[in-house]
């Protein structure tokens, strides 16, 4: 069985970084891409950033490009993500997710991931 615990929320001034770690059980973590979603009140899950197998490939959002970076270490099963110049608008829960088996390139569509985290609160004040 998989699991994801994401850790790293907490509350920041708008300006402000912080950075989301994802921890992975299970084997074979290094040959799944991995994908960071968010989710405010009211608002669908969207697509934050994306991390091929082996970190060679990335992707993200437009509204985070330049200020979010997704990272992956696989000897510690753990998936990153950097936040930094955070604005009240990033405020949601993040989610960390695995894609299904035979996904390694970066997938934006949430229906790609089939094992999701239990999310992190990330808070921006204004």
């Known amino acids: 069985q998989v699991q994801l615990v994401e850790s790293g929320g907490g509350l920041v001034q708008a300006g402000g970084s912080l950075r989301l770690s994802c921890a992975a059980s299970g084997r074979s973590f290094s040959t799944y891409a991995m994908g960071w979603f968010r989710q405010a009140p009211g608002k669908e899950r969207e697509f934050v950033a994306g991390?091929?197998?082996?970190?060679?490939?990335?992707a993200y959002a437009d509204s985070v490009k330049g200020r979010f970076t997704i990272s992956r270490d696989n000897a510690k099963n753990t998936v990153y993500l950097q936040m930094k110049s955070l604005k009240p608008e990033d405020m949601a829960v993040y989610y960390c997710a695995r894609t299904k088996p035979g996904l390694t390139r970066v997938r934006v569509l949430p229906s790609k991931y089939d094992y999701w985290g239990q999310g992190t609160q990330v808070t921006v004040s204004s």
């Open positions: 991390i091929s197998w082996n970190g060679g490939s990335t």
